[in-house]
């Protein structure tokens, strides 16, 4: 009966040592991920703002839509050093006349980088540096007179009830692949629309990282990583731990033999 007891207190030690590795293991993979892996997507609003007081409201004295974007979240760099991203602008436009009248427009954005101090409002400061530039254009797509009073006609009831608008989604690519440089990270990204007359509704920045190499497979096959990352610390943990036990014993056996030729030698 005590034999039982002992095994089955040798299994409980040996199934709780084999959950604690279990879960060691699975907390170092866990912080190599969230360390290693940057943010995948990030979207924000974009804010515009121009000048108003101008005479007449057309004039060259009217400042052009203008928007400073943020990239600090929690007092956070948006973009890892290192790391490709596609930054894209996403317009909610009115399908009105004016808009269509309006033709193609540019659309110029430029990154900003701060040495020093904090970035604490979205006012541009002048101890910020260049850091990238982009110029795009872009204009609604074309749809003819009879397209649209088709389309009025069969969306009547959904125009009228405001369950749907007429309006157009513009997504425009400024940055194909834009890297952070570690020496002057950016903190801010300016938008300006070339144009003082486009109508916009709303106006979305979308940010998308660029996976290559251990990020993709990180990123693109989460639970396979994850196997293979817990696997091989439970492994490495399981052998570290075997070698600590057996080096231990082997020191205990040691000792009494060395006590044993001791006596010998002092009596012998």
Not at 10 to 36: D, E
Not at 158 to 179: C, H, I, P, R, W
Request: glycine share 4%; with cysteine; charged share 15%.
């Amino acid at each position: 009966m005590s034999r039982t007891r002992q095994r089955a207190l040798q299994g409980f030690v040996v199934f709780s040592v084999m959950v604690l590795l279990f879960w060691i293991a699975a907390f170092l993979y866990g912080t190599f991920y969230y360390s290693y892996m940057p943010l995948a997507t990030y979207s924000t609003p974009v804010h515009y703002h121009y000048r108003t007081e101008c005479d007449p409201p057309g004039s060259f004295m009217c400042s052009y839509p203008m928007a400073n974007v943020s990239l600090m979240r929690n007092k956070k760099h948006v973009l890892t050093f290192g790391q490709a991203y596609q930054i894209s602008l996403q317009l909610e436009m009115p399908d009105s006349p004016v808009n269509r009248n309006l033709g193609m427009f540019m659309i110029k954005t430029t990154c900003f980088s701060q040495h020093g101090g904090q970035t604490v409002t979205s006012a541009r400061s002048t101890r910020q540096l260049l850091s990238a530039s982009s110029s795009r254009f872009s204009m609604l797509r074309y749809r003819s007179d009879l397209l649209r009073s088709m389309a009025t006609l069969l969306l009547f009831p959904a125009f009228l009830t405001g369950v749907s608008e007429q309006k157009q989604l513009l997504e425009l690519e400024l940055f194909s692949d834009y890297t952070d440089d570690p020496y002057a990270p950016s903190v801010a990204a300016v938008i300006e629309i070339l144009s003082n007359e486009v109508q916009i509704y709303s106006s979305h920045l979308f940010i998308h990282a660029h996976f290559t190499g251990i990020r993709y497979l990180l990123f693109n096959f989460p639970l396979l990583s994850a196997l293979v990352g817990v696997s091989s610390n439970f492994v490495f943990l399981s052998v570290l731990l075997i070698f600590s036990y057996v080096r231990l014993l082997l020191r205990v056996e040691w000792k009494p033999k060395q006590v044993l030729q001791r006596r010998w030698v002092l009596f012998g």
